[in-house]
């Protein structure tokens, strides 16, 4: 008994923890705010974090949970693979996928299904969420929009507004307990569901792509105007500091999951800047993203607050399959704080770090894949 219930708080103290990484996802980027101004919002979508393993969803919106059935205790931390079903677009996946190694915006027509099985197609509006300051990608917004049948098409666009209005105040009510209990879900479901998998693909009208635009909108608002409440601001348009170009984003999503604190610099632009920062290395300094492009310098790092700490510091290159030289990693330890090496050495460790962006850069170059987007 006594092992059962040991292991049953290992799993409960597990469950905590991811739903604390997942909240942290979105407050330690925006005011904690966030989460009530995204809940009063209409409309359908979810946040995704590429960061974190298997990309998964965030946050989930009420409206999410009247047009699809699941509950937002049910999405959140699952990839937003849940919704697609043995008809999807096989075609239509891989441009979503695409888009998202490129991050950039995307529409598409997709076949969902919702928890009871029902097919449904949706518009799909895609949009990369940026920090403002040095590019990187924070998170991916995707918006769903019900796709009415032809027939029906000249009346829902009329009573739009009306029927947004309604979606709103009906999605008010649900519960995320008990997303279906409610008449809510009714706003967004077809009722006649015969034959959906087997006829032509729908194509979203003018009407529905300005709604799925509009929405998408209306959100990276709310996360523009929360962010910088934190100083971390947001935009849904790629800004690169200081000229230099951003990393791709495979290599980006590649680097995301090292979880070392490490930068990478570039000795082939003026002053060796640094074009690469990653999260522990972030969390270790305190961000501040004009300090990033200065050149590292040996022996000691800065925080942003002006304190400073002594620093093991390992730089080694990093090549390209080709064998050049494509970037240099430093990779950073405080000497003075306590760490857990796993039972190695610190120099080891820092090892592990390059050796992990060694295959990541080599993998990327192999492959043709660019780590460079064009400007």
Not at 31 to 42: N, R
Not at 126 to 151: K, N, S, T
Not at 269 to 298: H, Q
């Amino acid at each position: 008994m006594a092992t059962a219930s040991s292991g049953e708080a290992g799993q409960g103290e597990g469950q905590d923890h991811d739903r604390r990484l997942l909240a942290s996802s979105l407050t330690a980027r925006y005011s904690d705010w966030v989460l009530e101004a995204l809940d009063e919002l209409p409309g359908s979508f979810l946040l995704t974090d590429p960061s974190l393993a298997g990309h998964p969803i965030v946050y989930a919106s009420r409206g999410l949970a009247a047009l699809t059935g699941y509950a937002r205790r049910e999405v959140l931390g699952r990839n937003a693979r849940v919704f697609q079903g043995a008809a999807t677009d096989r075609a239509a996946v891989a441009g979503v996928r695409e888009a998202v190694r490129a991050q950039r915006a995307h529409q598409v027509a997709i076949l969902n299904y919702r928890r009871d099985g029902s097919p449904h197609w949706v518009l799909l509006h895609l949009a990369p969420v940026f920090h403002a300051h040095d590019g990187r990608v924070l998170h991916f917004l995707a918006v769903q929009v019900p796709i009415a049948p032809a027939a029906r098409r000249g009346t829902q666009c009329h009573a739009a507004a009306a029927a947004l209005a309604t979606g709103c105040r009906e999605e008010a009510r649900v519960e995320d307990d008990f997303p279906c209990a409610s008449h809510a879900g009714k706003v967004f479901v077809d009722m006649d569901k015969r034959g959906l998998e087997a006829e032509e693909p729908r194509v979203a009208s003018d009407c529905e792509k300005e709604k799925a635009m509009n929405t998408a909108n209306s959100i990276l608002s709310a996360l523009n105007r929360y962010s910088k409440l934190t100083g971390l601001v947001v935009c849904g348009k790629r800004c690169d500091s200081f000229g230099i170009p951003a990393l791709s984003s495979s290599l980006n999503l590649s680097l995301g999951r090292i979880k070392q604190s490490f930068v990478l610099t570039d000795t082939h632009l003026p002053d060796t800047p640094i074009i690469y920062a990653s999260e522990a290395f972030l969390s270790l300094t305190g961000e501040i993203p004009a300090w990033l492009f200065i050149k590292p310098k040996k022996g000691y790092v800065q925080r942003k607050d002006g304190s400073s700490f002594r620093d093991l510091l390992h730089v080694s290159p990093i090549r390209d399959a080709s064998g050049k030289v494509a970037f240099h990693i430093w990779v950073h330890l405080d000497v003075g704080a306590k760490h857990d090496f796993n039972g190695l050495t610190p120099e080891v460790w820092q090892l592990g770090a390059v050796g992990a962006v060694r295959v990541a850069v080599r993998g990327l170059s192999a492959s043709g894949s660019l780590l460079r987007l064009s400007k």
